[in-house]
């Protein structure tokens, strides 16, 4: 013979039902919680781990200079001077190192050739008085350079007239006129103009049509992070 079913009161059900939502609530706002604190820790390290990577991939040596190149972007460009672009193209041409020589003859922080110095320091015998080969010539030079061809140079904006001065800068400003009468589009550089070969090696268009793209595009935003000052296309 089977025992009687014992009836639990209604009171102690009622608390013990009670009880069993209660801590079914206290597990869901757990799991939440748990949920909402993930979400965020991702969150930032998405924010703080690309900034972290930025910083470290601008060389020590930047910081170094940066209050010769800020000065100096200043006296030629005025308050607004795009710096953290001059910085970049300073990065492109030799990663700030003062004593920087590539294999075709370009020497020092501003990669010049020895005959583009001698033209330059012509040109602004006074405002580029001095050797060269230091670095503070080099910054100085690079500046002038920059504003001279981008004076000589029309564009859809700001950003482009960069794009087109910096490859002037890099593969001589005779081509970049050459590329805007064969392009249907002269007044725009970027993955547009200065894609086009205007008659050079394919290896030398290829590094002449990076060259504003990395500046801009990639090496820019890091020196604006970086407290550089304002960019061409970054601000």
Known sequence: MTEPLRLIPVAIADRMVALARREAGWRSAAIILAGVLLVLLAVGALLLWPA?????????EAHQYKRDLIRAGRNVWGMDAPT???????HQESRWRAVASSPVGAVGIAQFMPSSA?????????????????????????????????????????CEQWAFTLASYNGGE??????QRLSP???????????INPGITPANQRENAGYPKRIL???EPLYVEAGFGPGACTR
């Open 52 to 60: 972290g990577a930025r910083a470290q991939s601008i060389p020590p």
């Open 185 to 195: 589009t002269p007044m725009a550089c970027l993955y547009a103009t200065c894609e």
């Open 84 to 90: 953290a672009t001059m910085a970049g193209q300073v």
């Open 118 to 158: 001698r033209w330059i320091q012509g040109v602004y015998p006074v405002e580029l008085a001095g050797d060269v080969l230091s670095a503070d010539w080099g910054i100085r030079a690079l500046v002038r350079y920059d504003r001279h061809l981008w004076e000589r140079t029309s564009a859809l904006d700001n």
């Open 217 to 219: 595009l990639t090496l």
């Open 174 to 179: 005779g081509w970049t006129r050459k590329r």
